[in-house]
């Protein structure tokens, strides 16, 4: 596609529900990036692959939250027993190359809301 | 780890007037600062980027300028349009440990151009 493609634009989970998040990268692109965004607050780092190498969780909050990217293109972040805390914008953004020192192009993002 | 600041966190001109908008940086190592704008419910989309080797880079209206001795770098808007309203992130990329693609963005910019 012409862009980086999130699904879904919404999402409204109860607390300790799992939600899956679904990000579609620009066609080509080898670095995918995944971003939290709270209200009124800048997109913060939670991952990082390369390919289907996952090089940087670094940002991930807690052990509730997974990403996998397992062919290299679309990937799934995955927030299980999702708590109140949990609600913010989550934005997908991917790269050309190694993404080193390069422009990262976002998605949407998918809006959750944990009740 | 890096830490961008920004200033200032909202601003209100007349339209047709210029806008400044002011980040600094604090790992000396980084080496590419993107600029995005986004507006409501929308992703952030790259409007400018500058690295490292480069003290000052044009588009059109839009220009950024960065001081590496200072680790401040700035946005200038001139001539603005009520198009331009919306919130303006700053970012940094740092080069230390190997991590040199993970964005940390400012707290943002509110800007209102009023017609």
């Known amino acids: 596609g012409a862009g980086v493609s999130q699904s879904p634009r919404y999402k409204v989970a109860k607390r300790g529900q799992d939600v899956a998040l679904r990000c579609d990268p620009i066609s080509g692109h080898v670095s995918l990036f995944w971003y939290q965004q709270a209200l009124g607050q800048g997109p913060e780092f939670l991952t990082y692959f390369q390919n289907e190498a996952q090089l940087d969780k670094s940002g991930l909050p807690s052990d509730r939250f997974f990403a996998e990217r397992p062919e290299g293109s679309v990937s799934t972040l995955k927030i299980q027993r999702t708590q109140q805390e949990d609600s913010a914008v989550y934005l997908c953004a991917s790269s050309w190359g190694s993404g080193s020192n390069q422009p990262q192009h976002f998605g949407d993002g998918t809006r959750l809301s944990i009740l | 780890g890096e830490n961008v600041e920004q200033h200032p966190s909202t601003l209100s001109v007349q339209e047709g007037d210029s806008a400044v908008i002011k980040c600094t940086y604090s790992?000396?190592?980084?080496?590419?600062f993107p600029w995005y704008k986004q507006e409501l419910g929308k992703r952030p989309q790259l409007i400018i980027d500058?690295?490292?080797?480069?003290g000052e880079k044009k588009d059109q209206r839009i220009a950024v300028t960065l001081n590496k001795t200072a680790k401040h770098f700035s946005l200038h808007i001139t001539e603005t349009q009520p198009e331009d309203s919306a919130v303006y992130f700053c970012a940094a990329t740092s080069n230390s440990g190997g991590s040199n693609y993970k964005l940390t963005f400012g707290k943002g910019t509110l800007l209102t151009v009023n017609p």
């Open positions: 790992d000396s190592a980084s080496n590419y």
């Open positions: 500058i690295r490292s080797n480069v």
